[in-house]
């Protein structure tokens, strides 16, 4: 695995033809210019067809350079900067334009439209960077003192506002970036259980564990760039949460530290000893601290991965065949089944999966209006065998029809392309945003319904229509999770207000349905004014009260979480 180049700071950036990230060349990030054109991250009949479908005419809409980019003094007064300098080293303390910019916010829609039009006001005032737990922990001592609020940054991938810094009594920031603990502390073979620091990336990981044949096996689509604290602290879930679990199911541990102290929470392999504290730590956003350790559960790497394509003839039909493999207990490590919106988005993307679908599985497009299933196992080859014919068998009773091994291996392989073409769809004046949520089987086709009708009244307008796609990918028992892609014609007058309209009737509309107020994506700042909906005036005020003890002055992540 090469050495993972930092993020730009617009979107993913481009990827070169052999599939590597390109390089960003100077430290400022990367122009419009520089990234690929329209046409070569859409194929002809994908851009007719968007056009056709939501009204757009492509066009130049380029971010404005990064060297236009407004950003104000820092804030940071200078013997505080001092006390900094003095607590982590002088080098671990920066509040240069270059540092303070690439910690400028998230990789939500809102985030990249606000960098493209030149608006860095959520940028902190300085970027420092501790270099163990009880550096963290005097670092926020010290934050607490001196009235500066602390962000944790780990990966910058959050999508939902998380290091926007907003503070209500408009403190100087400081943006707390945990890239220096990137080791892998210890393994524990025997008990499968691997401790590492909270700056550490999948890629990372798992080279370190392959050499010992081990996976954690946690791949969210920013797994590239994502960090293990970062998923800890929004309790995300990569693709194969089916099979291995949600993050939150693979933290055995983990220390926290706190303005107050530092805590150590979880007790691998089980305790009863009271309410499991760990739980208040993971998807605590920064909120209640950093997190500067985990331990996680690791499990063999599988010696043998299965992938394959399915087709349904509707949506009801495909859930409720993933309903049926739940019930039995036969689901799949990985399941992706997408509506006929996203299907026939697939099938035109001649990019990616969608050239391998519409060679290899003619039987899929002439049931264009039919739903692609997706499903991966991993393992030992006798339990994949196994487990593959009985997942089958249900399959086929639910009337699905197999496609076959390519349409399933082509997916696995652009897993992670998607996000690599969204500066370019941007530049061309699109809105590109998504959303997710999670039902119960019985609330899933209502919030599916509820969702897709509110996008696309809000953004809907004179011959124009949103192409909103979405697709199940985590599935329980009990329910499963939605994830909607949109994609409109931008408001080029008033983007920002186009966007925060639809994402709040979307909400309520989801909210309303049955739907959970965020899945994998975390609350944030994006999603805060709904968290009341979700726990009830008294949890809101639980989480307050927990909040006041570690955290008295308010200086960890006070945009997030929490309503104002
Ligand atoms: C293209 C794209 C694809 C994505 N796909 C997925 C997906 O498949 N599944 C998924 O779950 N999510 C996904 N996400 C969302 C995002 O990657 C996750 O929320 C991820 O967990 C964030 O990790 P990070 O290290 O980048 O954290 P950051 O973005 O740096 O931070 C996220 C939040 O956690 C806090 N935080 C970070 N580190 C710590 C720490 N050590 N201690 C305390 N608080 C901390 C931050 O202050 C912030 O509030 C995607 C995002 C993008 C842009």
Not at 364 to 385: F, Q, S
Not at 472 to 490: N, P, Q
């Amino acid at each position: 695995m090469p050495e993972q180049p930092e993020l730009t700071i617009q979107g993913w950036g481009p990827r070169d033809a052999t599939g590597t990230r390109a390089e960003d060349g100077d430290a400022g990030g990367v122009e419009a210019s520089a990234f690929p054109d329209l046409a070569e991250v859409l194929p002809k009949a994908a851009r007719r067809h968007l056009s056709r479908e939501l009204g757009w005419t492509p066009r130049r809409t380029p971010p404005v350079p990064v060297t236009q980019i407004r950003l104000a003094p820092s804030r940071l007064a200078e013997d505080g900067r001092l006390r900094l300098a003095e607590l982590l080293g002088e080098e671990h303390v920066s509040t240069d334009r270059e540092a303070r910019l690439r910690h400028a916010g998230g990789k939500s829609y809102l985030d990249l439209l606000r960098r493209r039009e030149g608006d860095a006001s959520d940028a902190p005032d300085a970027v420092v960077r501790p270099g163990s737990t009880a550096e963290t922990a005097a670092l926020l001592a010290l934050c607490s003192e001196l009235g500066v609020v602390a962000v944790p940054f780990g990966g910058g991938t959050s999508v939902v506002g998380g290091l926007s810094g907003v503070d209500a009594d408009d403190r100087p920031s400081i943006s707390v970036d945990l890239g220096r603990m990137t080791s892998v502390h210890a393994l524990d073979v025997a008990s499968s259980l691997v401790t590492v620091g909270p700056g550490v990336r999948g890629p990372t990981l798992e080279e370190h564990l392959e050499r010992h044949g081990l996976s954690l096996g946690h791949l969210p689509q920013s797994w590239e760039f994502a960090t293990m604290g970062g998923y800890a602290a929004t309790r995300s879930a990569g693709q194969a949460s089916t099979g291995v679990g949600r993050f939150d199911d693979l933290v055995a541990g983990l220390t926290l530290a706190t303005p107050s102290g530092v805590l150590e929470l979880g007790s691998p392999p089980a305790s009863a000893a009271g309410p499991d504290l760990l739980g208040l730590a993971l998807g605590s956003e920064g909120a209640l601290g950093v997190i500067t350790e985990l331990t996680l559960r690791v499990r063999p790497e599988p010696r043998t991965r299965h992938y394959e394509g399915w087709s349904f003839r509707s949506w009801e039909a495909g859930l409720a065949g993933l309903q049926r493999m739940a019930r039995h207990d036969l689901l799949p490590d990985v399941v992706r089944l997408s509506d006929p919106d996203e299907t026939r988005a697939e099938l035109l993307d001649g990019s990616r999966a969608g050239a391998s679908l519409l060679r290899g599985s003619l039987r899929l497009r002439r049931r264009a209006a039919g739903c692609l299933l997706v499903v991966g196992w991993e393992g030992l080859p006798a339990a994949v065998r196994a487990r593959r014919r009985a997942a089958a068998s249900v399959l086929r009773g639910a009337g699905a029809v197999r496609l076959g091994r390519r349409v399933g291996e082509a997916w696995r392989r652009h897993r992670y392309a998607a996000p690599y073409t969204r500066d370019s769809l941007l530049d061309a004046g699109l809105l590109v945003e998504t959303l997710e949520t999670a039902a119960t089987w019985t609330a899933l086709p209502t919030v599916h319904d509820a969702v897709r009708g509110a996008l696309r009244e809000a953004l809907g307008r004179r011959g124009k229509r949103p192409l909103v796609m979405s697709h199940v990918s985590h599935v329980y028992a009990t329910g499963a999770s939605l994830y909607v892609t949109v994609l409109a014609d931008r408001d080029d007058a008033l983007p920002i207000q186009q966007w925060l309209s639809a994402k709040r009737a979307a909400t309520d509309a989801l909210l309303s349905a049955g739907g959970t107020l965020t899945h994998h994506h975390a609350v944030g700042a994006d999603h805060r004014p709904w968290l009341e909906r979700e726990v009830g005036p008294l949890g809101v005020e639980v989480l307050r009260a927990v909040k006041q003890r570690l955290d008295p002055r308010n200086v960890c992540n006070p945009g997030v979480l929490l309503p104002d």
